[in-house]
Nanobody, 116 residues
Framework: VQLQASGGGLVQAGGSLRLSCAAS????????MGWFRQAPGKEREFVAA????????YYADSVKGRFTISRDNAKNTVYLQMNSLRPEDMAVYYC??????????WGQGTLVTVSS
């Protein structure tokens, strides 16, 4: 299973980006799918998650109210809408199953750069 995250880029502080994540050869229907991020020199951290079965969402405090996670069942794709971006949001963003026991191999992620 290969997770492909996309949609990153360079944005000014206060701007928005929408990330997408799809998987080849795997449906997300029984998973809680999450977005994670890793800034240079820091550990990977949880950002947001969505329970595929009922759409329940979970957010890190640092992004609550600014980021929105969603899913498209037909496309088997999970999204992360990021608004009001801050320099501290700059990181490589990854998607994966939330629970470590269910996680797939980590893909390359997508780089989000926020200029101040």
């Amino acid at each position: 299973v290969q997770l492909q995250a996309s949609g990153g880029g360079l944005v000014q502080a206060g701007g928005s980006l929408r990330l997408s994540c799809a998987a080849s050869g795997q449906t997300f229907s029984r998973y809680v799918m999450g977005w994670f991020r890793q800034a240079p020199g820091k550990e990977r951290e949880f950002v947001a998650a969505i329970k595929w079965s009922d759409g329940s969402t979970y957010y890190a405090d640092s992004v609550k109210g600014r980021f929105t996670i969603s899913r498209d069942n037909a496309k088997n794709t999970v999204y992360l809408q990021m608004n009001s971006l801050r320099p501290e949001d700059m990181a490589v963003y990854y998607c994966n199953a939330l629970y470590s026991r269910e996680q797939f191999s980590w893909g390359q992620g997508t780089l989000v750069t926020v200029s101040s």
